[in-house]
């Protein structure tokens, strides 16, 4: 039996745990996809625009200052579907977004795609903190 397809990553960040969690909560457009219509909360959902696609969004928990978890998937292919963790962990320096998102067995490639995408948004996500937070 094939296992699914787990990608992790560590994101350190230098801006405060509280400006971060911002981002995951809400501030989606900012730096996670290109549009968002998602309401945030435990049962909530909605659609994104995210590389030329639209996916479609489930959040099952949100654990306020914490930690968000939805699955999403493109809306024409249900059967890509993945399931998303993203933590706030305070650090000394700021503070560490811990994304991990699990993949169907049969969705590999894109997995891989996924983990590169995730490095990208963790820029993005600094970059738009960095530009909001005065120096």
Do not use: K, Y
């Not at 809400?26 to 909360?41: F, I, K, P, Q, S």
């Amino acid at each position: 039996m094939d296992e699914p397809l787990i990608v992790r990553r560590d994101i350190d960040l230098d801006l405060p745990a509280e400006d971060l969690w911002t981002l995951v909560a809400g501030g989606w457009e900012d730096w996670l996809v290109d549009a968002a219509d998602v309401t945030v909360e435990p049962g909530g959902g909605g659609v994104v625009r995210d590389d030329d696609e639209d996916r479609e969004v489930r959040i099952a928990e949100v654990v306020d200052g914490e930690r968000i978890s939805f699955e999403w998937w493109p809306a024409a292919r249900p059967q890509d579907r993945s399931a998303v963790e993203m933590v706030v962990l305070p650090t000394p320096a700021g503070a560490v977004l811990r994304v991990t998102e699990t993949f169907p067995p049969a969705v590999r490639v894109q997995a891989r795609a996924a983990a590169i995408r995730w490095e990208v948004r963790a820029v993005a996500a600094w970059a738009s903190a960095a530009v909001s937070t005065p120096a």
